[in-house]
């Protein structure tokens, strides 16, 4: 388990990258990141610049009026693909009772 700290942004990024857009025009503000939840302004802007730092998350935009800066995912969901309905498909392979895939 990690410290109070850690704990307590785990909630917060887990909003910030459900929100997330997925590609540079899908991008969205800090407001719309956190949109539908009670995270605080100044911890959704913690949050997006730890995971900025991590490379998690790319920034566009010059940050005034606007031209807001706005932040899509710079990951690539590894276990999941994008069927052509454009719902996510997790792919997964039977699993034996040893743990071996089948």
Same mark, same amino acid.
């Given at each position: 388990?990690?410290?109070?700290?850690?704990?307590?942004?785990?909630?917060?990024?887990?909003?910030?990258? &459900?929100? @997330?857009?997925?590609?540079?025009?899908?991008? %969205?503000? *800090?407001? #719309?990141? =956190?949109?539908?939840?009670?995270? &605080?302004? @100044?911890?959704?802007?913690?949050?997006?610049? %730890?995971? *900025?730092? #991590?490379? =998690?998350?790319?920034?566009?935009?010059?940050?005034?009026?606007?031209?807001?800066?706005?932040?899509?995912?710079?990951? #690539?969901?590894?276990?999941?693909?994008?069927?052509?309905?454009?719902?996510?498909?997790?792919?997964?392979?039977?699993?034996?009772?040893?743990?071996?895939?089948?």
């Amino acid at each position: 388990m990690g410290t109070q700290n850690e704990v307590s942004e785990q909630e917060p990024e887990l909003v910030v990258l &459900a929100n @997330t857009g997925d590609s540079e025009a899908n991008a %969205k503000d *800090l407001d #719309e990141l =956190r949109d539908g939840s009670e995270v &605080a302004r @100044t911890t959704t802007q913690r949050v997006v610049k %730890k995971l *900025l730092g #991590e490379k =998690r998350l790319t920034q566009i935009g010059k940050g005034k009026k606007g031209n807001a800066f706005r932040y899509f995912s710079s990951e #690539e969901d590894s276990a999941q693909t994008t069927r052509i309905d454009g719902h996510k498909e997790i792919n997964s392979e039977p699993v034996s009772a040893g743990g071996v895939a089948d």
